[in-house]
């Protein structure tokens, strides 16, 4: 199994920046794809950037440009850069990573950190 570990979230002024990071602990050689979701209340879990174990990075629209995912596989750890923070990015942020083993799909999630944006 994979075990997940988040830091970095917290309350920023609009315009901020923040980093977010997620660790993985445990059977993380089989990790492939690893990723970040927000969820803001009221509203479902959504996407937010993804990097494969490639280096293949995708985001949601309309963080483009603002936000920087990168992953570090020497520490098992995948970032979340966001810049130009707005008061619309207020959820609760997920890490998420993937793998497969022993032919099975594992999907495994962080505890979350709250990012609170403030106008």
């Known amino acids: 199994q994979v075990q997940l570990v988040e830091s970095g979230g917290g309350l920023v002024q609009a315009g901020g920046s923040l980093r977010l990071s997620c660790t993985a602990s445990?059977?993380?050689?089989?990790?492939?794809?690893m990723g970040w979701y927000r969820q803001a209340p009221g509203k479902q879990r959504e996407l937010v950037a993804s990097?494969?174990?490639?280096?293949?990075?995708n985001y949601k629209g309309d963080v483009k440009g603002r936000f920087t995912i990168s992953r570090d596989n020497a520490k098992n750890t995948v970032y979340l850069q966001m810049n130009s923070l707005k008061p619309e990015d207020t959820a609760v942020y997920y890490c998420?990573?993937?793998?497969?083993?022993?032919?099975?799909?594992?999907?495994?999630w962080g505890q979350g950190t709250q990012v609170t944006v403030s106008s």
């Open positions: 998420n990573v993937d793998e497969v083993y022993e032919l099975r799909y594992y999907d495994y």
């Open positions: 445990g059977r993380t050689f089989s990790i492939n794809a």
């Open positions: 990097i494969s174990s490639g280096g293949r990075t």
